[in-house]
């Protein structure tokens, strides 16, 4: 299975590039245009390593957690217990948001392999 031009993470549209970057990067993801560009001199097992990595900065960037962490580094409390909650919520995002990127983009089968 070829990488995608575009996957469905969420209600969000990526599209997704391969082309140059600079020799130091394997990809990025873009999220202010919704991009994840990966390098074109990647050899294939690291371009498929490299678009999932992508893919869940996306998810994340789909999931806010930016934000949680700052909402939850400004409460008061525990420590432990606050990241416990934290881990909790991108663990429930997470996976709730990688199976419908995963099943929407049929991407099952995409491995490196």
């Keep these: 299975m070829k990488i995608p031009n575009e996957i469905k993470i969420g209600s969000r549209i990526v599209k997704v590039i391969i082309g140059k970057l600079d020799d130091t990067l394997l990809g990025q993801f873009d999220p202010a245009n919704q991009e994840i560009t990966l390098n074109e001199n990647n050899k294939p097992v690291i371009m498929v390593e490299t678009f999932w990595h992508e893919v869940v900065h996306a998810i994340n960037d789909y999931n806010r957690l930016d ?15 606050q990241a416990f909650n934290l881990e909790e919520r991108i663990t429930d995002g997470f996976a709730k948001v990688f199976l419908q990127v995963i ?4 991407l099952l089968a995409l491995t490196a392999k």
């Design 67 to 81: 934000y949680e962490l700052a909402q939850e580094i400004a409460r008061e409390g525990n420590p432990d217990e």
């Design 103 to 106: 099943t929407d983009n049929n």
